[in-house]
């Protein structure tokens, strides 16, 4: 077995002060940071939010959300606080007539000529996940659900998700969701 650690849209904008910051959302940091050294050879993967500044997602074109992750502004850019630099990217969202790419599965590879998320798994072997980022009522979530539709063993890693909560109690829902649907707790 071999898990890999997919670090959901761990970008500028989804922390404190960002476009659409995740309340507490800067408190990840340091548990994905003690987790990735803790396990060095475990395959990296990191999805980024990638919008064109158009697009149905954002509110200005009958989306639920304003302006954020724009590609090629510094919000999209990763948090500098992580240590990622193994990571493998993956882009998503840059259709501009859905409001789709909410989950990391719909991410395709920034440098192997847009391989898919799945397809990279396979090629590296990874059969489990140890999935965190931001934000788990959204991103994560979606991606969680995609991987347990797709049989692969799932474990939500708690301290390194955040909600953004649009309604009180959102990110509780989401975990229940999620654990519902096969994913296991991982403190
Ligand atoms: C996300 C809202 C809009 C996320 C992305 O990464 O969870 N949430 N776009
Ligand atoms: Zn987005």
């Given at each position: 077995?071999?898990?890999?650690?997919?670090?959901?849209?761990?970008?500028?904008?989804?922390?404190?002060?960002?476009?659409?910051?995740?309340?507490?959302?800067?408190?990840?940091?340091?548990?994905?940071?003690?987790?990735?050294?803790?396990?060095?050879?475990?395959?990296?993967?990191?999805?980024?939010?990638?919008?064109?500044?158009?697009?149905?997602?954002?509110?200005?074109?009958?989306?639920?959300?304003?302006?954020?992750?724009?590609?090629?502004?510094?919000?999209?850019?990763?948090?500098?606080?992580?240590?990622?630099?193994?990571?493998?990217?993956f882009?998503?969202?840059?259709?501009?007539?859905?409001?789709?790419?909410?989950?990391a599965f719909e991410g395709v590879s920034?440098?192997q000529?847009g391989r898919s998320l799945a397809d990279t798994f396979a090629?590296?072997?990874?059969?489990?996940?140890?999935?965190?980022?931001?934000?788990?009522?959204?991103?994560?979530?979606?991606?969680?659900?995609?991987?347990?539709?797709?049989?692969?063993?799932?474990?939500?890693?708690?301290?390194?998700?955040?909600?953004?909560?649009?309604?009180?109690?959102?990110?509780?829902?989401?975990?229940?969701?999620?654990?519902?649907?096969?994913?296991?707790?991982?403190?």
């Amino acid at each position: 077995m071999t898990f890999g650690i997919p670090l959901v849209d761990p970008q500028v904008d989804f922390f404190p002060g960002g476009a659409l910051g995740v309340r507490d959302g800067d408190q990840i940091v340091a548990p994905i940071n003690e987790l990735l050294r803790r396990h060095p050879k475990a395959p990296l993967f990191a999805s980024r939010d990638w919008h064109p500044v158009s697009t149905r997602h954002f509110a200005a074109r009958g989306g639920k959300w304003p302006l954020h992750c724009v590609q090629d502004t510094p919000g999209a850019e990763f948090h500098p606080g992580l240590e990622m630099a193994r990571a493998e990217v993956f882009d998503k969202g840059m259709n501009p007539d859905d409001d789709a790419g909410y989950s990391a599965f719909e991410g395709v590879s920034k440098v192997q000529r847009g391989r898919s998320l799945a397809d990279t798994f396979a090629v590296r072997h990874v059969d489990a996940l140890l999935v965190a980022g931001l934000a788990t009522d959204y991103c994560v979530k979606a991606s969680v659900l995609d991987a347990l539709k797709r049989n692969i063993t799932t474990f939500l890693f708690t301290p390194g998700v955040r909600a953004v909560e649009l309604q009180p109690g959102d990110g509780e829902r989401a975990i229940a969701e999620m654990r519902a649907a096969g994913a296991l707790l991982v403190s």
